[in-house]
């Protein structure tokens, strides 16, 4: 019976979600986690305006975007591309598809400080060649991020881009080493209360 519960709770070490981090400019950090068929984000840090991610293109030539606004209740999500290159990035479904993006109704903005706290996935393959890019996971992609001095959509303030390998598996986690340190402090303790 010791044996049975000490091997589930390394089963339920080894199987933990994987968190990965990525520092992007302005202060903004993003967190995501791959678990297929889905993507999940949080992107967290400070603009009045909107903020938004760009996946795949080269500039914002076949980018696809996620953009998120406040308008005045709730996080809003929108599903924009310019996979066309047609140097507008307009929602999805003006485009005769769909917004794949799902944001959590726990998403936060604060209009007095700018703060955002944003949690939203969205499929990594949506089916959609004509807006969205395909996410691969440790694949290669170009990942954008830009910010706008207000909720008005047009010409972004601050954008930057990098090219990144977003990973499943914690090897690129920075914090792994963190995350690994508690999981044995906690299978040590109990392994001290079973054998003890």
């Known amino acids: 019976m010791k044996l049975i519960i000490l091997f589930s709770l390394l089963a339920a070490c080894t199987l933990a979600q994987v968190t990965n981090k990525i520092s992007l400019s302005n202060g903004f950090v993003l967190n995501y986690s791959i678990t297929s068929p889905k993507i999940s984000f949080t992107l967290t840090g400070s603009n009045k305006g909107y903020v938004a991610l760009g996946f795949g293109g080269r500039g914002m030539d076949g980018i696809d975007v996620a953009a998120f606004k406040w308008d005045g209740t709730q996080v809003v999500g929108e599903d924009r591309t310019n996979i066309d290159s047609q140097n507008v990035v307009d929602l999805d479904v003006n485009k005769g598809c769909v917004n794949n993006l799902t944001v959590d109704p726990t998403s936060t903005y604060d209009s007095s400080t700018g703060n955002w706290n ?79």
């Open 118 to 196: 944003i949690k939203f996935s969205r499929p990594l393959n949506t089916n959609e060649p004509n807006c969205d890019q395909i996410i691969q996971a440790e694949t290669s992609q170009n990942l954008a991020f830009a910010i706008f001095k207000d909720f008005t959509w047009k010409q972004h303030t601050s954008q930057n881009s990098w090219k990144f390998t977003l990973s499943a598996s914690a090897q690129n986690d920075p914090n792994v080493s963190s995350l690994l340190i508690q999981y044995s402090y906690l299978t040590l303790f109990f392994m001290l209360m079973i054998f003890v």
